[in-house]
């Protein structure tokens, strides 16, 4: 029971829907940012969010995994996202319990600009009621939340690329991409011309909410300067209230660049959380239907497990 309640726990400080809430055809670019001869490899890496409004949607698989005291917990999605109305729909599958079975059921998320709507998400919330939240008051600007980064706002992110490097080419799922590696500021990323106003609200109340707001990057651009993957790598302080309701500080994004702005380096205590987004079949049709507001829990979630 001790194993379970901790695991328990641990998945509660990745995922932020059981942790600290109260109630988740592309145009080739032009010029050498898109051919990548003799471009600022920075400035690829930031436009790379303009391709990706451009392409209109795709579907998409998220995957994110939180290392804490020796405890790895992931947690993955797929579904797919409309780039130009900032929405998408995604089905999230947590972690299984520390016997191996399943603990949880899947979550079906409803992603758009400024709210995220979650299905199942248990915890005492009826089976047939879905719970909503406004992004734009998460300390994160649900870019950890949902169990899932907002593909768009992991996109947006970037904009706030600095220190980018090109890695080399590479073939990825049979396309030929370019991998750059860098570390991006959510401040710079919310202040960024051209940011997408689905995310800005958001990422301007992430650049609040977090101590740290340089975010180490990888990402993958394909020919049209898309991005075909991206990793991010988030830390959050792993000093908790003594509950499942999750730490009372606000997350740190944590930089491994040394020294500088944003610098500090992850601590014994430190949760390590990695977020990685995979975008393929462009212009696929994404519909997401809201749900009703008779169909919206308004009544208390129980945020502890069952003794």
Not at 61 to 76: K, P
Not at 201 to 228: I, M, N
Request: contains cysteine.
């Amino acid at each position: 029971m001790v194993m379970r309640r901790r695991r328990w726990v641990t998945a509660a400080a990745a995922v932020g829907f059981v942790c600290g809430m109260t109630v988740l055809t592309g145009c080739a670019g032009d010029g050498a940012a898109a051919d990548g001869s003799g471009a600022d490899p920075g400035d690829a890496v930031r436009r790379s969010a303009d391709a990706l409004i451009r392409a209109g949607s795709s579907r998409v698989s998220t995957s994110m995994e939180m290392a804490s005291g020796g405890t790895r917990v992931a947690i993955t999605g797929t579904g797919g996202f409309d780039y130009g109305k900032g929405s998408g729909e995604l089905r999230v599958t947590l972690p299984k319990d520390a016997a191996g079975s399943q603990e949880h059921l899947p979550v079906t998320e409803l992603l758009t600009p400024g709210a995220l709507y979650m299905k199942d998400r248990g915890a005492g919330v009826p089976a047939d009621k879905w719970v909503r939240v406004d992004t734009t008051r998460l300390s994160d600007g649900n870019l950890v939340t949902g169990g899932a980064t907002d593909p768009l706002a992991a996109a947006e992110l970037l904009r706030g690329a600095q220190t980018v490097e090109l890695v080399g080419e590479e073939v990825f799922h049979g396309v030929k991409v370019r991998h750059f590696r860098g570390v991006t500021d959510i401040a710079r990323a919310a202040r960024a011309r051209g940011a997408s106003p689905a995310t800005r609200r958001p990422l301007e109340a992430a650049a609040k909410g977090f101590s740290v707001t340089r975010v180490p990057f990888d990402v993958y651009l394909d020919a049209q300067g898309r991005p075909r993957k991206v990793s991010q790598r988030f830390t959050f302080s792993g000093t908790t209230d003594g509950g499942p309701n999750g730490s009372s500080t606000a997350p740190q994004a944590a930089s491994s660049a040394p020294g500088g702005p944003g610098g500090r380096s992850a601590g014994p205590s430190d949760v390590t959380v990695s977020s990685t987004t995979v975008f393929d079949a462009f212009g696929t049709p994404v519909n997401v239907v809201l749900p009703k507001s008779a169909d919206i829990y308004n009544g208390k979630i129980v945020t502890a497990p069952p003794e």
